[in-house]
C-alpha cells in the first residue's frame, strides 16, 4: 500500500482526477489560485456541510452568517491589519528566489537537529538570528536583510482614481471574521441571542502571500471556516479546553482523520490580536510533517473594542440578570477549508496491490473517503451501450438520484469504470446488466472490500440508506 510523497505528484492526481486545477492554465498559469473541478467542488461543499452542521444543526448557540468581502476601509486599521498584517521576507542574492524569514531559519535549525520556532518574530528579531548564526538559503547562497510585506490585498472598488490613497483604498478581507465582529451588534439587537454564543461563516478570503509555492496549502484567494464565540471573560479556561477538544474530534470523526495524524501546538509568540492560541496541525507527509491546519485564538476583547472605538458604536452586553454591563470576549476557530480539503485527500489516497482473478499482478488507486465526504455517493454503470441496458440503467439512477449524488458512465470496460469510481472515492458502483431485465436485481460493488452483492431494485434506495448513514 502506497500514499502520496510529493506535492508534484499530489497536484498532478488532483488534476487528472478532476478534482483541482491551477488558475488560468490557457493563459500559462496565475500563482497561488486555483480552481476546483467537479469532484473538487462537490468534496469542497461537504466539508462546509458538514462543518456547519457541527455547529447548527448539532448547537443551539451557534447562528450563521455570510458577509461581504468589501468592508468599510476603517475595520482594517481597527484590526490591526493595515499596521501590522506583515510576513517578512528574504531573498537568495544569487537565485532570487524569495522565501519567508521564518521558515529559512526553522529548516536551517532543522537540519542541524534542533527545533526551534521562529513563528510570529520581527524582521529585526529574525535579521539578528540570520547574522548570528550565519544563516544562508536552501541553496547555500547568502540571504538579504528581512523584510515586511503587508498581506492586505487592495483595490479600487468605487473610485475612478487609478491609485490607492488612504482615502480611496478598499481591501479585500483577509480574514472572514471582521465580518462577523461588524455585525455582532445587529444580531445583539435582533436576534436577541444571550451570551454565550457563537456566530460562524464560511467564505473568500486574500492575502497578498509572496511565498505560495505549496499548492493549495497556502494561496492568494482562499476559503475560511471560521466561529466566533461571544463569551464572559471568567468562561475563557473552560470554554477554550472545550473548542480545542470540539475541533480535534471533528477532524477525527467527521473528516475520518487518523489521531495520529493530527495534533495541538501552541503558540510560542502571539499574534497582536491573540492573548492565548493553539494550532491544530496534520501530518502532511507532502509538506514534509506537522503543519498548521486550523487555529483556535483566545481573542480576549481586542476586537470589540478596536471596532467600538473606531466606529463610535457601544459593542457591549447588558446582562439583565446582573444589570452588568461588558465588552464580551471571544474564543476563535478558524480553519482553511482549501487546507481541510488538501488533507482530506492526502489522508484517503492510497495505491493498492491487487491479484486480478488470472493471477496476474494490479494496483488501483483508491480514495479512501469518509462516506458522507464522497463527491459520488453511487455510479451508474450500465454493462454495455445497448439501448435497452440505458434506458434500464437511467430508470435505476431517477430512483435514487433525489437521495444521492449519482455519475452515470457508459464508457470503457466495466473494470476501468470501477477504477475511475474508485480514484475518485464513489462508495458505491451499481452494474445494470442483461439479467437486470429479467429479474429487476443490480449488481452493487463496495469501494472498499471490492465486494459484490445482488440487490433487487426496488431495495435499493433501502439498501443504500443502510449503507450510506
Ligand atoms: N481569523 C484568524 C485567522 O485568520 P490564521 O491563522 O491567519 O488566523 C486561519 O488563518 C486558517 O486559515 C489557517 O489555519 C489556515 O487553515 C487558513 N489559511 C490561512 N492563510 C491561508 C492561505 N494563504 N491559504 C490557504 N489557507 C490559509
Redesign the pocket.
Known amino acids: 500500500m502506497k500514499k502520496l510523497e510529493n506535492l508534484d505528484q499530489f497536484r498532478s492526481w488532483a488534476k487528472e482526477a478532476g478534482f483541482v486545477y491551477s488558475s488560468s492554465e490557457i493563459y500559462g498559469g496565475f500563482a497561488a489560485v486555483y480552481d476546483y473541478g467537479h469532484y473538487g467542488t462537490l468534496l469542497k461543499n461537504n466539508i462546509q456541510r458538514l462543518w456547519e452542521k457541527s455547529l447548527t444543526q448539532n448547537r443551539n448557540d451557534v447562528v450563521l452568517l455570510d458577509s461581504g468581502i468589501f468592508m468599510h476601509p476603517k475595520t482594517w486599521v481597527a484590526s490591526g491589519h493595515v499596521g501590522g498584517f506583515d510576513d517578512v521576507l528574504v531573498e537568495d542574492k544569487k537565485t532570487h528566489k524569495r522565501f519567508r524569514a521564518d521558515h529559512v531559519i526553522e529548516e536551517w535549525f532543522e537540519k542541524k537537529g534542533e527545533n526551534k520556532s521562529m513563528d510570529k518574530k520581527t524582521a529585526t528579531e529574525l535579521a539578528e538570528v540570520i547574522k548570528e548564526f550565519n544563516i544562508k538559503s536552501p541553496e547555500g547562497n547568502d540571504l538579504t536583510e528581512p523584510r515586511s510585506f503587508n498581506l492586505l490585498v487592495k483595490s479600487n472598488l468605487g473610485t475612478t482614481d487609478a491609485s490607492f490613497t488612504e482615502e480611496n483604498v478598499t481591501y479585500l478581507r483577509?480574514?472572514?471574521?471582521q465580518g462577523i465582529y461588524l455585525e455582532y451588534k445587529n444580531y445583539r439587537d435582533t436576534l436577541r441571542l444571550k451570551l454565550p454564543f457563537g456566530i460562524a461563516q464560511v467564505g473568500k478570503?486574500f492575502?497578498n502571500?509572496l511565498v505560495?509555492r505549496q499548492f493549495?496549502?497556502?494561496?492568494?484567494e482562499?476559503e475560511?471556516m471560521?466561529m466566533q464565540y461571544f463569551h464572559k471573560p471568567e468562561d475563557k479556561k473552560k470554554l477554550f479546553e472545550e473548542w480545542k477538544e470540539s475541533r480535534m474530534k471533528w477532524h477525527i470523526e467527521e473528516m475520518g482523520i487518523n489521531p495520529e495524524n493530527l495534533r495541538f501546538k501552541e503558540h510560542d509568540k502571539l499574534i497582536f490580536y491573540a492573548t492565548a492560541a493553539f494550532?491544530i496541525e496534520y501530518n502532511f507527509k507532502t509538506l514534509g510533517g506537522f503543519k498548521?491546519?486550523?487555529?483556535i485564538?483566545d481573542r480576549g476583547d481586542y476586537d470589540l473594542t478596536q471596532h467600538s472605538k473606531f466606529s463610535g458604536e457601544k459593542l457591549d452586553y447588558f446582562n439583565q440578570e446582573t444589570g452588568e454591563r461588558f465588552t464580551p470576549h471571544i474564543m476563535?476557530t478558524?480553519?482553511?477549508l482549501?487546507?481541510?480539503l488538501m488533507m482530506v485527500l492526502e489522508e484517503a489516497w492510497t495505491e493498492e496491490e491487487l491479484t486480478t482473478p488470472n493471477g496476474e499482478k494490479d494496483f488501483r488507486i483508491v480514495l479512501k473517503l469518509k462516506k458522507s465526504l464522497a463527491p459520488i455517493k453511487v455510479a451508474i454503470l450500465p454493462l454495455s451501450k445497448k439501448p435497452e441496458l440505458q434506458s434500464k440503467s437511467l430508470e435505476i439512477q431517477n430512483l435514487i438520484r433525489n437521495n444521492y449524488m449519482t455519475q452515470y458512465d457508459e464508457t470503457a470496460s466495466i473494470g476501468k469504470r470501477y477504477r475511475r469510481q474508485d480514484e475518485i472515492g464513489t462508495p458505491y458502483c451499481i452494474t445494470i446488466d442483461f439479467d437486470t431485465l429479467n429479474d429487476n436485481a443490480v449488481t452493487v460493488r463496495d469501494r472498499d472490500t471490492m465486494q459484490q452483492v445482488r440487490i433487487k431494485t426496488d431495495e435499493l434506495n433501502d439498501y443504500l440508506k443502510h449503507n450510506l448513514y
Open positions: 483577509g480574514e472572514t471574521c478570503a492575502r502571500e505560495a493549495i496549502f497556502r494561496t492568494r482562499f475560511q471560521e494550532d498548521e491546519l486550523e487555529g485564538h476563535e478558524s480553519v482553511g482549501n487546507r481541510t
